[in-house]
């Protein structure tokens, strides 16, 4: 089989019209490189919007909110782009919902922002510490309505 064969029977339907013309095996190699790429830019520029735009939810776990940056950072790479681990904090806090305010002021406000493992154990540990407090405050307020 020739190289012009072996593109031909490689690729799908949609791509032979993209292919027709082409003189050179070279020719048709550069065409589907076009083809892919510029796709490929444009999913990257997709995911980079997504990652500005997550939002915590109210009462959403801290687990959930960060895993959606670990699947997004994830598709990026899978993509060929990257993004600097500062960066994923920085969107990560500014992300935060409004109740984690004074954690966030506190974090942001350090001289050098942790990376993106430090800051997803400090937000467990923030979640912890909040987490009694609010089943306390709960417990409480059932008692009272109980009497």
Same mark, same amino acid.
């Not at 990376?115 to 400090?122: A, M």
């Given at each position: 089989?020739?190289?012009?064969?072996?593109?031909?029977?490689?690729?799908?339907?949609?791509?032979?019209?993209?292919?027709?013309?082409?003189?050179?095996?070279?020719?048709?190699?550069?065409?589907?490189?076009?083809?892919?790429?510029?796709?490929?830019?444009?999913? #990257?520029?997709? *995911?980079?919007?997504?990652? +500005?735009?997550?939002?915590?939810?109210?009462? @959403?776990? %801290?687990?959930?909110?960060?895993?959606?940056?670990?699947?997004?950072?994830?598709?990026?790479?899978?993509?060929?782009?990257?993004?600097?681990?500062?960066?994923?904090?920085?969107?990560?806090?500014?992300?935060?919902?409004?109740?984690?305010?004074?954690?966030?002021?506190?974090?942001?406000? #350090?001289?050098? *922002?942790?990376?993106?493992? +430090?800051?997803?154990?400090?937000?467990?540990? @923030?979640? %912890?510490?909040?987490?009694?407090?609010?089943?306390?405050?709960?417990?409480?307020?059932?008692?009272?309505?109980?009497?």
């Amino acid at each position: 089989m020739t190289p012009r064969g072996i593109i031909l029977e490689g690729v799908k339907e949609h791509i032979m019209p993209h292919l027709h013309g082409k003189a050179t095996t070279n020719d048709m190699w550069r065409t589907i490189l076009a083809l892919y790429q510029g796709s490929s830019d444009a999913e #990257k520029l997709s *995911l980079k919007d997504k990652l +500005r735009n997550i939002q915590m939810s109210k009462g @959403e776990p %801290i687990i959930m909110y960060l895993s959606k940056f670990t699947q997004v950072w994830d598709q990026l790479v899978g993509v060929g782009d990257t993004i600097a681990d500062k960066d994923l904090v920085s969107l990560a806090l500014m992300g935060l919902h409004k109740s984690w305010e004074n954690f966030q002021d506190i974090v942001s406000g #350090k001289e050098n *922002l942790p990376n993106w493992e +430090r800051l997803w154990g400090d937000c467990v540990q @923030e979640e %912890i510490r909040r987490g009694p407090r609010a089943g306390i405050s709960v417990k409480i307020e059932d008692e009272e309505n109980f009497a």
